[in-house]
């Protein structure tokens, strides 16, 4: 007998059931969507944000977004995600910032010696000042956690209200991507005498920028 | 009577009695009375926690109310009985038969007699300690604080770790001592920086406890259970 | 002669500093959760709580259908799983992955699951080289001591501690301020993660409806050991599976919360195998191990299965009061507070610590904080009555249970209940203070232990007598 087989067996001992038997039916799934504007949501999402000593910028447009991006990383070594929006909007052409890594090596070496990491995020949670990255040819892992601060920019449109509507929209992650992280403000920890210190392994620190 | 205030702490007794006939209950008081059984129960020794509790069964069965001066006996007869009587169809129903006539004394005067106001009287600066019985199991909270309200000339002051366990816990407090001693510091730690002169609670076993710890520290802080305080004129 | 875990409670609550620091940081911890959970603050918490532990319920009561689905699903995404047994089932198995990988520096994610299965200890005699990397978990492992509590485990140690830890294990200056210790393991950790072969994590959930796993942290070390190595290795126990992702709905709002009174921890990973085609970066292969190491015996236990419930939050520690004053070390087992004092006779026998589920005084603060509502206090009482019961077969405790044998006789017999009450009322007038001024031999027993803290109230007449006397004096 397998181990497989012997744990299923004592499970099935230990619970009075059959192999193949059905489950009891599961107590529904609990998700509650509240309503709310984008405008709202843009705040609480800033408000979450700012709690957790991440910094916020409403970009007014497409430009206003690239020439801040382009103040705080200020000529540093940067890496961009390949997301189209920071292509289309110049962000990823910007001065000092690599980007169209298809490479994992490459990537890697690029953004272990970056200042800065720049993304777009596939979606944002208003009431937790989340931001959700899903894995993917157009967004690496990497870019959001190797290089010190995270610059993550964002159409407005791609705000939910928190985790119900994100699960709501998306049963079933496992179905688009191996990594969902949903980030929420920057890296931490309080494991000396519980003082707080920010940016242990991931970034200290996060720009949030919505346009 | 629980066994604690039958043989250390009378006065309690006698005050809650006073109260209840004070606002015009019949107290009757069965003689044959021992103990709940819960220090047998708390201490994993169920066939003899069982034979007491069939004592008070059969003493009390006639009995319309059943007033008790302390949280943790009332939460013994009333959420405890039914286990321990889990196999025992007779018993088990006498149990549930127990349970609604079974009341912790200040939710008696508040839920069934409907009073809170008995016409106290006590000039004297307090603070009341939360029994973590009557708190998390009976919800007992509010109800006493509203009773003391209604003390004329009492003021009471909030400690900050009301709802923190003195430490007592029954045999607890002799098999792990010195933790018992260390919880019961860190709460007068806490009434002393009240600056009230006496700690009130529902249970005289945390009394007990708190009273030890407060004399052994050569407080003159006193301890006065809720019914001392509400019999007083 | 005081038992080792005696000796080892009066010593550390002897000490001062330590006190304060287990007393304070549980309070911080205690009171960001108040914050969080408060009506105010989530008005849903309560309705969350009981979903939890219905959810849980549900879970554990179909344990086998929903371990199945997640290994299908799991399987479906490529990654492979594994059956564990035991604890040395587990570490078989990765020492194996690792002989095969040609893999010695393994990188890995705060897990008290691998605490359990002593991971790190078994796989260095296996002649591997792996490295904690969560800050607190990296300081306890070069200290070579257990973690202090589940979730903060350098609970107890100060920064010179610290200092003194780094210096003699990393060659590095004697630093104090704790921001240039943070950076100090951050440059060696980082090293660390870009050489590594293998990366294990543990997992807070199993998505059965997924065949993902889900992994909270605050750091960014959890997503660097599953995302920079080449192979992932998941090690979790079996009770961790959850049916559906909608179900973290309930789960994330209950765990960040509970634990450090955070809405959502910095990052939450939700995994569904290696990288997928496209994908460039993350782990080429993924290893998901279900350990079962005595919890298909629990589970056969229908009242006392519920601690299964446990999402290892933390919570029940915190507000102990028990645990604030002995701390994480004086547990026997890896996992210390309420639930640590439950699940360890559980899984280890209930006679290997008998003393443990009497550890408490029973005041219902970790029943009253446990986000899936385990009934730690009823659980806590069955295995009282476990032990004594054990004892009796194997007759170790004659003594005790005739003294309740006897007290239960007193009991049923009112004349002699209330004769015995006058015999105390007679020799213990003063509080039964001249008890502690007998010589040793005959100052013993519970009347000592309990004058060794406080005082005695002084007995006098019964309520019994007193009430006699009323009604004797009424009727005159």
């Not at chain 2, 003391?148 to 900050?160: C, K, N, Q, T």
């Not at chain 3, 009561?61 to 047994?85: G, M």
């Not at chain 3, 903060?152 to 003699?168: G, M, S």
């Not at chain 3, 029943?367 to 806590?380: G, M, T």
Request: glycine share 8%.
């Amino acid at each position: 007998m397998t181990a497989r087989e012997s744990v299923l067996r004592d499970i099935r001992a230990a619970l009075g059931r059959e192999a193949g038997q059905a489950p009891a039916p599961a107590p529904p799934s609990r998700i509650r969507i509240p309503e709310s504007e984008v405008d709202a949501r843009i705040e609480s999402l800033f408000r979450s944000l700012e709690k957790l000593a991440g910094r916020t910028y409403l970009a007014l447009s497409p430009e206003d977004a690239r020439n801040f991006v382009a103040e705080v990383i200020c000529g540093e070594p940067s890496v961009a995600s390949n997301a189209p929006i920071l292509r289309e909007w110049g962000i990823a052409g910007l001065p000092s910032v690599a980007t169209g890594f298809q490479d994992r090596e490459a990537l890697q070496a690029a953004c272990a010696a970056a200042a800065f990491g720049i993304t777009s995020a596939d979606y944002a949670l208003a009431d937790t000042g989340t931001l959700v990255m899903i894995a993917s040819p157009e967004e690496a892992r990497l870019v959001s956690l190797l290089p010190p601060v995270h610059i993550a920019v964002i159409p407005r449109a791609r705000i939910l209200t928190g985790l119900d509507e994100l699960l709501s929209i998306l049963p079933h992650p496992a179905d688009l991507t191996s990594s969902m992280v949903l980030i929420t403000g920057p890296s931490r920890t309080a494991d000396i005498e519980q003082i707080l210190v920010r940016g242990v392994h991931g970034p200290g620190e996060i720009h949030v920028i919505v346009v | 009577m629980t066994c604690i205030v039958d043989q250390l702490f009378p006065r309690v007794g006698m005050a809650m009695a006073d109260v209840l006939e004070r606002i015009g209950w019949e107290v009757d008081f069965p003689e044959d009375q021992t103990c709940c059984g819960q220090p047998a129960f708390n201490t994993g020794y169920r066939d003899e926690a069982r034979q007491v509790a069939r004592h008070f069964l059969r003493v009390f069965r006639d009995a319309e109310y059943i007033v008790v001066p302390s949280g943790s006996c009332t939460s013994m007869l009333a959420d405890r009985y039914e286990e321990l009587f889990e196999r025992e169809p007779e018993f088990l129903a006498e149990a549930r038969r127990l349970k609604p006539r079974v009341w912790e004394f200040s939710k008696f005067l508040l839920e069934v007699a409907q009073v809170d106001d008995v016409g106290a009287r006590l000039d004297r600066i307090v603070t009341f300690h939360d029994s973590c019985h009557g708190l998390r199991e009976l919800g007992i909270k509010d109800g006493p604080r509203r009773l003391l309200s209604h003390v004329r000339g009492l003021e009471l002051r909030e400690m900050d770790i009301a709802e923190e366990c003195c430490g007592f816990g029954g045999t607890f407090s002799v098999e792990f001592a010195e933790v018992s001693g260390g919880m019961a510091r860190t709460k007068i730690d806490s009434i002393l920086r009240t600056g009230a002169d006496a700690v009130v609670a529902i249970d005289a076993s945390c009394l007990m406890q708190i009273g030890g710890a407060l004399s052994r520290a050569g407080s003159p802080v006193e301890t006065m259970h809720l019914a001392e305080v509400l019999a007083h004129r | 002669m005081p038992a080792p875990y005696e000796q080892g409670i009066h010593e550390t609550l002897g000490d001062q500093r330590l006190q304060a620091a287990v007393y304070a940081s549980t309070g911080r911890l205690a009171s960001h959760r108040r914050a969080v959970v408060s009506t105010d603050a989530l008005p849903d918490f309560e309705d969350l709580r009981t979903q939890g532990n219905l959810i849980k319920k549900h879970a554990i009561e179909n344990l086998d259908y929903y371990l199945e689905q997640f290994e299908a699903n799991a399987t479906a995404h490529s990654a492979k799983v594994i059956w564990a047994r035991d604890a040395a089932a587990a570490v078989e198995f990765v020492a194996g992955l690792a002989k095969e990988k040609g893999a010695r520096l393994i990188v890995k994610s705060k897990s008290m699951t691998t605490e359990e299965i002593e991971l790190n200890e078994r796989l260095t005699h296996h002649g591997l080289d792996p490295v904690e990397t969560d800050l607190g978990e990296f300081i306890i492992q070069l200290a070579h001591q257990r973690p202090y509590h589940i979730v903060a485990p350098a609970l107890h140690l100060t920064r010179f501690d610290v200092a003194e830890v780094f210096t003699k294990h990393l060659g590095v200056e004697r630093e104090t301020e704790i921001g240039k210790q943070t950076k100090i393991a951050r440059g060696v950790l980082r090293e660390r993660f870009l050489a590594a072969g293998i990366g294990i994590s543990g997992a807070n959930f199993l998505i059965a409806d997924s065949g993902a796993i889900v992994v909270v942290e605050n750091e960014g070390n959890a997503r660097l050991t599953t995302t920079a190595p080449r192979v992932h290795v998941a090690i979790a126990g079996i009770e961790k599976v959850i049916p559906r992702a909608q179900d973290l709905a309930v789960f994330l709002k209950l765990l960040g919360r509970s634990a450090t009174g955070q809405p959502l921890t910095v990052y939450t990973s939700f995994l569904a195998g290696p990288r997928r085609s496209g994908e460039i970066d993350g782990p080429d292969e993924v290893y998901i191990v279900l350990l079962d190491s005595g919890r298909t015996r629990l589970l056969a236990d229908r009242e006392k299965r519920q601690s299964l419930y446990c999402i290892r939050c933390g919570a029940c520690l915190n507000h102990c009061p028990v645990y604030r004053k002995i701390g994480g070390h004086n547990y026997p087992w890896v996992y210390s507070g309420p639930i640590g004092a439950v699940i360890t006779p559980q899984f280890r026998g209930v006679l290997n610590e008998p003393w443990l589920p009497f550890a408490s005084s029973l005041c219902g603060a970790c029943a009253e904080v446990c986000p899936v509502k385990i009934d730690l206090p009823k659980l806590l009482l069955d295995l009282r009555s476990e032990v004594n019961q054990a004892k009796t077969r194997a007759g170790k405790n004659r003594l005790e249970r005739l003294g309740f044998k006897l007290w239960a006789w007193v009991m049923r017999h009112p004349a002699i209940y209330q004769l015995s009450g006058l015999v105390a009322s007679a020799i213990l007038p003063d509080g039964g203070r001249w008890i502690s001024k007998l010589p040793g031999l005959l100052n013993q027993g519970p009347a000592r232990a309990w004058l060794s803290q406080r005082d005695l109230p002084p007995v006098s007449k019964s309520f019994h007598q007193m009430w006699r006397e009323r009604r004797k004096g009424a009727a005159q």
